[in-house]
């Protein structure tokens, strides 16, 4: 595959045109989404149109320096006039009536957005199987996931859909599908990225981030992606560094390798290839630290009850009244009524305790407002929204609060302080991205803890804020990649990007 920077050179060079580029991404999203179901929906029309006016700029030497990139956009980030749907029934005719910032930033340097990704539902999963489009597929074998929540931006990269896309990632959303798709995948430190736009999963956790088939396309992307939005309260006031100039530095680089991520549950013939990659790095120079992450034991605990708590409060919003799917009222009437009169043709023959029940349950019965929340929300959201929802409300609740919520919160600050030690003495932190490859469809579709473990490795950075970066290592004997990860220190993503260069280096000898 070729990089932005190549592409470049041959679009001023007049050796092709965007328009022809644009054409074979279409014509490879007409061949293979049918299976891989990466893509949800495309705007040929617009996106034709569009590569013929930056094109132009091209010919005139006047386009932006993202001019050649084509980029597909998982289904949670606004787009304005396009459906974003979340992957949920909730949202399923909801169209954007503005443009995230992302979407604005990266325009203006006449970047292409070509269609919108397959997720997880409101981003929660770990296998886009969660989704009213039906699953995303692997490329490398369309029986396995693609990973989640944004396989489909993955997918869509490993399968020349386009040439680079966004996902998001609040506890692995972008990494663990990059590994498992055999791309690049960057989470940038929390607040890096604005989430204006973004559709809110866990606020304190989401962050948006490129997928690239090089790390240099990831670098360059999220140059335009970073930087402060007064739309966004959260976003960090700090220069933008130039993340793919930073690739030129040969530096060596100190890499932390913490014992807890290596452990049991990790596939040894992962194990083996993470460990071959890093004697590769340390035979160019490299140095290799032990260290140690103490609290990461009990990370994927923390973060579903922080994660699940964000997420009740945020998706409240979806009460069918002012956007979004509604129930039908006629029928909640009906409902209701057909209710009152049943409970009234107990209550004529009840006596004693159970007389004075019925009359308790007719006094609390539903209004029509609230039973129109209660189906709108029922039919709306799917299984693992719902488990999501109900899990932060228990959390949140008065009696439990402390005990689970309050607890999290500070173990949160422990993991974060266990990476602010380990990065007073080292650049990056190595471990897998994930403990195992691509699983089969329906594999962990019943199972969520599994499910949930997938993330063992990513979530932490997420409960740390810190940034995290997946590029391929190998293949497995499955036939499946392996991705590797870097962990960098807040606002640190030269390093990541460094580091993972220089595993690209060693795969391009
Ligand atoms: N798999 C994790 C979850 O289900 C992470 C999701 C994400 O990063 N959006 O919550």
Do not use: W
Request: glycine share 8%; hydrophobic share 35%; aromatic share 8%.
């Amino acid at each position: 595959m070729k990089n932005l920077l190549t592409t470049q050179d041959e679009l001023s060079a007049g050796k092709t045109t965007l328009q022809d580029i644009v054409d074979q991404y279409i014509e490879q999203i007409e061949d293979s989404n049918g299976t891989v179901n990466a893509i949800v929906s495309v705007d040929k029309e617009n996106a034709r149109a569009r590569a013929a006016s930056i094109q132009k700029k091209i010919d005139h030497g006047r386009a932006g320096k993202l001019a050649g990139s084509v980029i597909a956009v998982k289904d949670v980030i606004c787009e304005m006039g396009k459906q974003t749907t979340c992957a949920s029934n909730i949202l399923r005719n909801f169209e954007s009536v503005y443009n995230a910032t992302v979407i604005e930033k990266l325009a203006a340097e006449d970047a292409l957005f070509l269609g919108r990704t397959n997720m997880d539902e409101f981003a929660m999963g770990s296998s886009t199987e969660n989704t009213i489009f039906g699953p995303a597929r692997n490329p490398h074998n369309t029986e396995y996931v693609t990973g989640g929540s944004s396989g489909g931006s993955a997918a869509a990269v490993a399968a020349n859909m386009c040439g680079m896309s966004l996902g998001s990632d609040t506890g692995g959303s972008i990494r663990q599908p990059a590994s498992y798709c055999g791309v690049v995948g960057l989470k940038p430190t929390y607040g890096r990225v604005s989430r204006y736009g973004l559709v809110a999963f866990a606020s304190s956790f989401d962050c948006i981030g490129p997928f690239a088939h090089s790390v240099s396309d990831a670098a360059i992307l999220l140059e335009h992606l970073a930087g402060v939005d007064p739309m966004d309260q959260s976003s960090a006031d700090r220069p933008v560094e130039e993340y793919s100039s930073a690739l030129q530095n040969r530096e060596k680089l100190t890499i932390g390798v913490p014992d807890e991520f290596f452990g049991d549950g990790l596939d040894p013939e992962i194990r083996t290839i993470i460990k071959d990659q890093l004697s590769d790095l340390e035979t160019e120079g490299h140095q290799l630290v032990p260290i140690h992450l103490p609290h990461s034991e009990f990370a994927v605990a923390t973060y579903y009850i922080l994660a699940t708590a964000e997420a009740s409060s945020n998706l409240a919003r979806y009460d069918g009244i002012r956007y979004g799917h509604r129930a039908d009222f006629d029928s909640v009437e009906e409902e209701l009524k057909k209710e009152q009169i049943a409970l009234e043709k107990r209550l004529e023959v009840a006596a004693g305790k159970e007389h004075e029940e019925l009359v308790e349950k007719i006094s609390k019965a539903d209004s029509p407002l609230i039973r129109l929340y209660k189906k709108s929300r029922t039919e709306g959201f799917g299984t693992e929204v719902k488990r999501r929802i109900l899990l932060g409300t228990y959390v949140l609740s008065a009696g439990y609060y402390d005990a689970y919520y309050g607890k999290a919160q500070r173990v949160r600050r422990l993991i974060k302080q266990d990476f602010e030690e380990a990065f007073q003495d080292v650049d990056v932190i190595v471990s897998p991205t994930a403990p195992t490859t691509a699983f089969k469809l329906g594999e962990n579709q019943d199972d969520p803890l599994k499910m949930y473990l997938n993330d063992i490795y990513t979530i932490s950075a997420n409960l740390a804020g810190i940034c995290g970066i997946s590029v391929p290592a190998g293949t497995h004997s499955n036939g499946l990649p392996v991705g590797i990860q870097f962990l960098g220190n807040a606002f640190e993503e030269k390093n990541i990007v460094r580091a993972a260069h220089a595993i690209e280096q060693l795969h391009n000898r």
